[in-house]
T-cell receptor, first 113, second 116 residues
Framework: EAQVTQNPRYLITVTGKKLTVTCSQNMNHEYMSWYRQDPGLGLRQIYYSMNVEVTDKGDVPEGYKVSRKEKRNFPLILESPSPNQTSLYFC????????????FGDGTRLSIL | AQSVTQLGSHVSVSEGALVLLRCNYS??????LFWYVQYPNQGLQLLLK??????LVKGINGFEAEFKKSETSFHLTKPSAHMSDAAEYFCAVSDQRRGSQGNLIFGKGTKLSVKP
């Protein structure tokens, strides 16, 4: 079964405490991406990766880091989280072709106090 | 720049009534367009996509959308709403500009409520 798995699903933490949200896919997709979803703003892209060791900024990259050391994994790192990063985060993957739909994980709800 | 506008952040219909969710796009090149649905506490699920083939696209759960280039629209419809259709719906355009890698640009979403 095709899956995009995010962990954790929920996290409450405090300002400044480094955290990592993992994303793993079993579809051998080249393209992976992170979004944040905020009420009234829809989904905004944070970072994306076209393949191993190839990453680039999306529309709202400030305060986030990513890495793509393996094709199946694309972790999102918050080195020093702040309250304005409280949000619902989604990882998505697709095959390389632009006309292909993206497959989304079930989301990670982060609360930064 | 490419963009998507969804008219109406909330739409309420009665069960059995027509569902119409509006989406207009802006694109300097022929677009790829998508509708996604998000049920509570879940990720986004693809409903349908337009990639320059037939202008009337049929998707899952009885939904369909029509690409109208002259109106730059891609409205989502369903003839008869079910209670299970209550969810948030997102229209998205694939960024076809050079170097964009086809990143999705989402509208702000429309929450659909279905009344018994």
């Amino acid at each position: 079964e095709a899956q995009v798995t995010q962990n954790p699903r929920y996290l409450i933490t405090v300002t400044g405490k480094k955290l990592t949200v993992t994303c793993s896919q079993n579809m051998n997709h080249e393209y992976m991406s992170w979004y944040r979803q905020d009420p009234g703003l829809g989904l905004r892209q944070i970072y994306y990766s076209m393949n191993v060791e190839v990453t680039d900024k999306g529309d709202v990259p400030e305060g986030y880091k990513v890495s793509r050391k393996e094709k199946r994994n694309f972790p999102l790192i918050l080195e020093s989280p702040s309250p304005n990063q409280t949000s619902l985060y989604f990882c998505a993957t697709r095959r390389a072709l632009r006309d292909q739909p993206q497959h989304f994980g079930d989301g990670t709800r982060l609360s930064i106090l | 720049a490419q963009s998507v506008t969804q008219l109406g952040s909330h739409v309420s219909v009665s069960e059995g009534a027509l569902v119409l969710l509006r989406c207009n796009y802006s694109s300097s090149v022929p677009p790829y367009l998508f509708w996604y649905v998000q049920y509570p506490n879940q990720g986004l699920q693809l409903l349908l996509k337009y990639t320059s083939a037939a202008t009337l696209v049929k998707g899952i759960n009885g939904f369909e959308a029509e690409f109208k280039k002259s109106e730059t629209s891609f409205h989502l419809t369903k003839p008869s709403a079910h209670m299970s259709d209550a969810a948030e719906y997102f229209c998205a355009v694939s960024d076809q500009r050079r170097g964009s890698q086809g990143n999705l640009i989402f509208g702000k979403g429309t929450k659909l409520s279905v009344k018994p």
